[in-house]
C-alpha cells in the first residue's frame, strides 16, 4: 500500500464515525452537554472539522474550506473567524450549538474531500517534510497528519459516547 492510501484510509475511517455520530441524531442531543463543563456531540463535530480543515489547508498552503466553502457564515458561531475549538473554555464551547446534523456533515464531508485530495498526492518522502518549527522537535508532515487522525479518532468516539449516555437518558 502507498503512503497515500494508508492516509486515505485512515481519514476515511474518521469520515465512516462521523457520519455514524450524526445518522438520525436529534438537534436535541446534537446540543446537550453531558455535564456542565462536558462538550456536545455538535461542539466535538464541529471541532473534528475545523481541526481538520485547518492543519490540512496548513500543510497544503491551501485556504480552508470553512472560509472558501462558505461554512463560516453558514453556521453564524459568535467566534473568532479562524477559531477550532482548541483551548475553548466551557462557555465557548457552549455557543456551539444549533447546527444542524445535515450541515455538519456537509461541512465535514467538504473538508474530507479536500483531505482525499491532498493526500492522494503524497509520496512516503513527503513526510518528512518540516511543516511547524513552533516545537522542539520539528513537527513533520507525517506528524502532523497522524496527529489529526488521531485527534479525530479520539474525539469521534467522545462523540459517539456523549451520544449513548444523552439518548440513554
Not at 444549533?98 to 483531505?115: M, N, W
Amino acid at each position: 500500500m502507498e503512503i497515500s492510501g494508508v492516509f486515505a484510509d485512515a481519514f476515511g475511517r474518521v469520515r465512516e464515525e462521523v457520519h455514524a455520530v450524526l445518522d438520525g441524531v436529534s438537534q436535541e442531543v446534537l446540543d446537550a452537554r453531558p455535564g456542565p463543563v462536558a462538550n456536545s456531540v455538535g461542539w466535538l463535530v464541529w471541532h473534528i472539522a475545523r481541526v481538520q480543515d485547518d492543519h490540512v489547508a496548513g500543510v497544503a498552503g491551501s485556504e480552508q474550506v470553512w472560509f472558501s466553502g462558505g461554512w463560516r457564515e453558514r453556521f453564524a458561531l459568535p467566534l473568532a473567524p479562524a477559531d477550532h475549538g482548541y483551548g475553548h473554555t466551557s462557555e465557548q464551547a457552549g455557543l456551539v450549538r444549533g447546527i444542524a446534523a445535515g450541515e455538519l456533515r456537509g461541512y465535514y464531508d467538504a473538508v474530507h474531500a479536500v483531505t482525499l485530495d491532498y493526500v492522494e498526492g503524497l509520496e512516503a518522502d513527503d513526510l518528512d517534510r518540516v511543516v511547524d518549527t513552533n516545537w522542539d522537535p520539528h513537527v513533520t508532515l507525517g506528524v502532523r497528519l497522524v496527529s489529526v487522525v488521531n485527534d479525530n479518532q479520539q474525539h469521534t468516539g467522545q462523540a459517539a459516547y456523549v451520544r449513548g449516555l444523552l439518548e440513554a437518558e
